[in-house]
Every structure is written in structure tokens, then in C-alpha cells.
């Protein structure tokens, strides 16, 4: 750790989640589903995987599933909109290019005021499936600035960008939305968060192509690596991203941990990325730590990108599985390609 990292660490302050909450689309799609649509099995997608079954949307946009997670935390953390200082949110599938999520949804709640004759600040943030991570670390940084209350959304309509012509990724993704409501507390905290643009072709969506009234569309050669793909769909190196995740996930939780002045041992419960059952299982390995250790949903949800992380929380908080004081760890990885930790007492 270089003096400048160590200076910056020791003047944040920790995190307290007050409330959480989730949207869950009412359509289940199951793993004989997909049986209808690519060359698959129920079995084959269990054993790869760990996936069982997985939300889709049914129509409902990003802001609806974030608002409708907003509204349920707010609600659990007993925090008026109006008492929001800031709102951060997360997504890859966002349903507009402008304007964000997190100020949609802060004009359909009302969200902040109380402070100013205007509404809260808004951020959206594209960290991929390491955003709520991310905006974890970044919620953080806000806090031990001066802001006090601190709205997060993940809100994932993945299902859109699947390519559901190839077999091996368009089973993995469901669609969802998680929120917490955090304010700052004196604590434990550490985090690590880092990239490897150079695998950023491993796993991408286009966006709209470059074209304009006075310029032809770039040459093929200009996209350096990236294959030439439909707009909006996902491609997927499900191989090179595995071996990203299995290797990463164990660093991230290393050196979040390092940086909490604390080891794995320590942790009473690790979060991670609901990505694919194997990953997690050969990251827990790698750290010496029992599966136990891990929360895992993957076969109810599958992987919905940077909100599953947050579900995962409201599940465990509602449960009574999540008390307070728990030293745990958030993990997360994806496109980017992007990871982090973040460790913190519940």
C-alpha cells in the first residue's frame, strides 16, 4: 500500500445500511424454457452453472424496478425522501441513454429538497456487475464529505441485450433491482477496486453506431479487437471472463481485507457477484473458506449484473440471517473488465 492509498483509507469513514429493498419482475423463466429456444438442458445448465430459474422483465423499465426497490428501503430505514442528500445508481441496461436513472428517480420520489430549494444530487455509475461495489466505495467517500444520507439503486434489465441465439450465455441472466439507504458510521472499512481494460473485448454491448451527417461510419479496423456485433446485443468470451473472475475475486477479497487490517478468517460472511455457482465455489477454495461462508441465490435469480449483489443483502437482512455488527464483504466483477471489494461491520 503506497502512503497516498493509506492516508486516503484512514480518513473514511465506515457505512451503516439502514434499510434495503428489491423489485423482482413476476416473470419466471426456467431453465426448460430455454430448452425452446437453443440447443440446452435443464441438466446442462444446473451442472455449468447453478442456475435454476431466473426473473424477467415483463415490461417494467429500469427506474420502475430501481423506484420500486427505492420506495421498499426507504420505507425499511424509516427515511423520508426529502432526507435524501444523494442518489447513486448502478446499471448496464439503463432504458435511456440520457437522462440517467438515479435523476428519473429522483423526480419521480421527490428525493431530497430538504436541504436545498432543489432535489438531491444524482449519479449514475457503469462499473458492469461490479458497479454496486463500486458505488459501496463511492457512498463511502461521499459520506465522509459531508453528505449524510445516501440513496443506492441497482436496477438491471439485462434480459434485453441477451443474444438468445447463443446457448451458453443467454441462460445466464435474469432481470431484477436492489437499493440500500446508507448513512455513515465510525468502524471498520476497507476497500480495493481495480480494472483490466485490455480484456474489455471480452464481454460488451454496442451502443449506437458512429454516423452523422458529415462523416461515413468508421472502418472495421477501428473497433481494435472488438467484434463487429448487432447494436445493443451482448457478446460474451464466456471462457476468457471465467478465468478473470476465478483469479480476481480472490484478490479483490484479499486486499479489501488487507486494506480493513483484517484477514478472510475474519469475515463472517462474503457477498459475492451472483456470476455462476463454479466461480464461487473455486474462489471460496482459494481463500481457504467454507462455501458456507458465502451467500448464494444464483439458482433463483441467476445473474442480474450489478443488482445482485444488493437482492442478496435485502434477502439476508429480511431473513434475519444478517445481523448487526456482521463483519462482511461485497464482491464483485464484469465487464470492464471491472472488480472490487468493499468489507465493512453490518
Known amino acids: 500500500m503506497n502512503g497516498l492509498q493509506g492516508i486516503r483509507l484512514r480518513v473514511l469513514k465506515s457505512i451503516k445500511i439502514l434499510g434495503t429493498g428489491i423489485y423482482l419482475p413476476e416473470t419466471v423463466a426456467v431453465n426448460d424454457d430455454y430448452t425452446k429456444i437453443v440447443d440446452t438442458s435443464d441438466e446442462w445448465i444446473r451442472g455449468r452453472t447453478g442456475i435454476s430459474e431466473r426473473r424477467v422483465s415483463n415490461g417494467e423499465p429500469v427506474w420502475y424496478m430501481s423506484q420500486k426497490a427505492a420506495e421498499t428501503a426507504m420505507a425499511r430505514a ?13 446499471s448496464v441496461s439503463p432504458d435511456y441513454i440520457y437522462p440517467s436513472v438515479s435523476c428519473v428517480v429522483q423526480g419521480k420520489l421527490g428525493i431530497g429538497g430538504n436541504k436545498t430549494s432543489k ?5 449514475d455509475i457503469n462499473c458492469a456487475c461490479a458497479g454496486f461495489v463500486y458505488a459501496l466505495d463511492m457512498a463511502a467517500r461521499y459520506i465522509s464529505t459531508g453528505y449524510e444520507t445516501i440513496l443506492m439503486l441497482s436496477g438491471e434489465n439485462v434480459t434485453k441485450s441477451v443474444d438468445y441465439s447463443d446457448r451458453s450465455s443467454c441462460i445466464l441472466f435474469g432481470d431484477g433491482a436492489g437499493a440500500c439507504v446508507i448513512q455513515g458510521k465510525e468502524g471498520l472499512f476497507g476497500s480495493f477496486l481495480a480494472s483490466e481494460g485490455e480484456g474489455a473485448k471480452h464481454i460488451y454491448a454496442r451502443s449506437h453506431p458512429v454516423k ?37 475475486m480472490v484478490e479483490a477479497v484479499q486486499k479489501a481485507c488487507e486494506n480493513a487490517n483484517i484477514t478472510p478468517d475474519n469475515l463472517d460472511l462474503i457477498i459475492p457477484h451472483q456470476a455462476n455457482l463454479r466461480i464461487m465455489e473455486t474462489a471460496a477454495q482459494k481463500l481457504g473458506q467454507t462455501m458456507e461462508k458465502f451467500y448464494v441465490n444464483i439458482e433463483r435469480y441467476g445473474n442480474t449484473s450489478s443488482a445482485s449483489i444488493p437482492i442478496c443483502l435485502h434477502e439476508l437482512a429480511e431473513s434475519g440471517k444478517l445481523k448487526r455488527g456482521s463483519r462482511i464483504c461485497c464482491v464483485g466483477f464484469g465487464a470492464g473488465l471491472s472488480y472490487g ?4 461491520d453490518y
Open 78 to 90: 424509516n427515511v423520508d425522501a426529502k432526507d435524501i442528500d444523494l442518489v447513486i445508481s448502478t
Open 119 to 123: 432535489g438531491a444530487a444524482a449519479i
Open 341 to 344: 471489494a468493499v468489507v465493512f
Open 212 to 248: 452523422n451527417a458529415f462523416s461515413p461510419a468508421p472502418e472495421a479496423s477501428l473497433y481494435d479487437g472488438f467484434e463487429i456485433t448487432e447494436f445493443g446485443k451482448m457478446f460474451l468470451n464466456g471462457k476468457e471472463v471465467y478465468k478473470f473472475a476465478t483469479r480476481v
